[in-house]
T-cell receptor
């Protein structure tokens, strides 16, 4: 079955700094990798995704990179703001959908 | 418009009560999901409906009973729950059931359930 490891579990950064969250998956059939942001008391919201035929995707301050050979993908947030504080989940989708274990990001003003 | 609507947002129920959680989407999605999420943990899949038919049941206890009345609605009927069932229950939908097709899953805001 699919196993998605996510690191770090907690991350604190100063406002304006960058934050990087990394995930590793095991199923070679995985071909779609979304990232979700979950604010306190709310459901997970899709913030960016990447498909296996693409190595990098960017949307304003958020970028995702994918290394299919190494089975790694990462979320990069630049110029972090306090409103970026949330729990972030990666996911790797092949024949099933599995979440990573989550990263609690705190941006310190 | 990518919106999955869940009601109620909060529910407190006793262990002998019968209640229901409701979910609605109008994106034309044909796959709908129920997830359970405990604090500081990722969501755990409970059920998946594909074209209004139950496709996946992740060995969920029978005190949870899903229902898909039509392609836009998904219910979760609750009966004789235990305190450990207290959690955030998330509904989600996607165009079709994930089978390596890379369809995006969209989540609702969840229903906070407390069993007393």
């Amino acid at each position: 079955g699919e196993n998605v490891e996510q690191h770090p579990s907690t991350l604190s950064v100063q406002e304006g700094d960058s934050a990087v969250i990394k995930c590793t998956y095991s199923d070679s059939a995985s071909n779609y990798f979304p990232w979700y942001k979950q604010e306190l008391g709310k459901g997970p919201q899709l913030i960016i995704d990447i498909r296996s035929n693409v190595g990098e995707k960017k949307d304003q301050r958020i970028a995702v990179t994918l290394n299919k050979t190494a089975k790694h993908f990462s979320l990069h947030i630049t110029e972090t703001q306090p409103e970026d504080s949330a729990v972030y989940f990666c996911a790797a989708i092949g024949n099933q959908f599995y979440f990573g274990t989550g990263t609690s990001l705190t941006v310190i003003p | 418009d990518t919106e999955v609507t869940q009601t109620p947002k909060h529910l407190v129920m006793g262990m002998t009560n019968k209640k229901s959680l409701k979910c609605e989407q109008h994106m034309g999605h044909r796959a709908m999901y129920w997830y359970k999420q405990k604090a500081k943990k990722p969501p755990e899949l409970m059920f998946v409906y594909s074209y209004e038919k139950l496709s996946i049941n992740e060995s969920v206890p029978s005190r949870f009973s899903p229902e898909c009345p039509n392609s836009s609605l998904l219910n979760l009927h609750l009966h004789a729950l235990q305190p450990e069932d207290s959690a955030l229950y998330l509904c989600a939908s996607s165009q079709v059931l994930q089978q390596g097709s890379g369809n995006t899953i969209y989540f609702g805001e969840g229903s906070w359930l407390t069993v007393v």
